[in-house]
């Protein structure tokens, strides 16, 4: 897994690259923590490059998810997410037509700026 960081006030953008396996989550986990414990709640994950996640990646993305909407303070944002990824989602019945579990947006940018929204409101 690639990982790249981008920083903007009280939000983070995050690009993953490659596979999310048991033994990338580590990484990633840390990095999640710690934007918790510095206050900034809106995190856009960029996943058009992530070719697979893992159980373990995905159990990362659901726990993560609710600890940034934990008491309304913000949210993980699913940006661009790539068909493989998607398909994953929907198999597990966390994305499908009624609804999903996560807040996801078809670019970057679009989830950028509800997150920006989000910080400034």
Partial sequence: MQLILSSGVKWELVIL??????G?????EELLQR????G???VVLD????????????????RYTNAFRRWE???????????????????TGLVTEERSHFSIYPTVDEA????????SS
Avoid: C, W
């Avoid at 690259?17 to 048991?22: E, F, H, K, P, R």
């Fill in 17 to 22: 690259a490659g596979n999310i396996t048991s």
């Fill in 24 to 28: 990338d989550i580590d990484e990633l």
């Fill in 35 to 38: 934007f918790l414990t510095i």
């Fill in 40 to 42: 900034h709640y809106n």
């Fill in 47 to 62: 996943l058009a490059r992530v070719t697979y996640i893992g159980s373990a990646g995905l159990a990362l993305l659901i």
């Fill in 73 to 91: 303070r913000g949210d993980l944002h699913l940006a661009a997410i790539s068909d493989p990824v998607m398909n994953l989602l929907q198999v």
């Fill in 112 to 119: 950028s700026a509800v997150a920006k929204r989000q910080v």
